[in-house]
């Protein structure tokens, strides 16, 4: 089984009661066979809306894999906004996530204990993955300089990513 990508890869999910309200997933690509690099890939509103330095990478990440999160089951997926700029990604396994590109800022806080994670065929795209997962207690999102309102946020960190196939 040949190696597709490994990196890391937390994410946020904000919701208001049952309803999500935004998603977004923040990328350290440490390797892939579409290059390295950081991106960040934010479902809010209808719209999917990728910041990265590199557009190839970024719209594969969404397409190949965001797309077919749990997290957006159900949800339109419309072609994605790509903005090219970079990255900053701070990621501490042991507090948390500061992620911002463009107008977008992704922090994820309170990182609980971490444990494996294994998935052999994953719901859509049908290739496996395993990486070490870190629930945590919150997360917020601001896009244009406005926090992102939602009621309750299910937020984790995922690092020692690979995802594999064929």
Do not use: K
């Amino acid at each position: 089984m040949s190696v597709l990508l490994f990196g890391a890869n937390p994410g946020l999910t904000l919701r208001d009661g049952e309803r999500t309200v935004a998603f977004a997933s923040a990328w350290r690509v440490d390797w892939s066979v579409r290059g390295a690099g950081t991106a960040l890939v934010v479902w809010y509103d209808g719209e999917v809306r990728i910041a990265t330095e590199s557009p190839d990478l970024g719209r594969w990440l969404a397409e190949a894999f965001v797309r077919h999160f749990p997290e957006v089951a159900g949800l339109p997926w419309p072609e994605p906004a790509v903005t090219v700029a970079p990255v900053r990604l701070e990621l501490d396994h042991a507090a948390g996530l500061r992620a911002s590109a463009a107008d977008a800022e992704l922090e994820i806080t309170g990182a609980g204990q971490p444990r494996a994670i294994g998935v052999e065929a994953f719901p859509g795209n049908g290739l496996r993955l395993t990486n070490v997962y870190i629930p945590c207690e919150s997360g917020r999102l601001r896009l244009g300089g406005t926090e992102i309102a939602a009621t309750s946020a299910n937020a984790f960190l995922a690092d020692a990513e690979v995802w594999s196939g064929g």
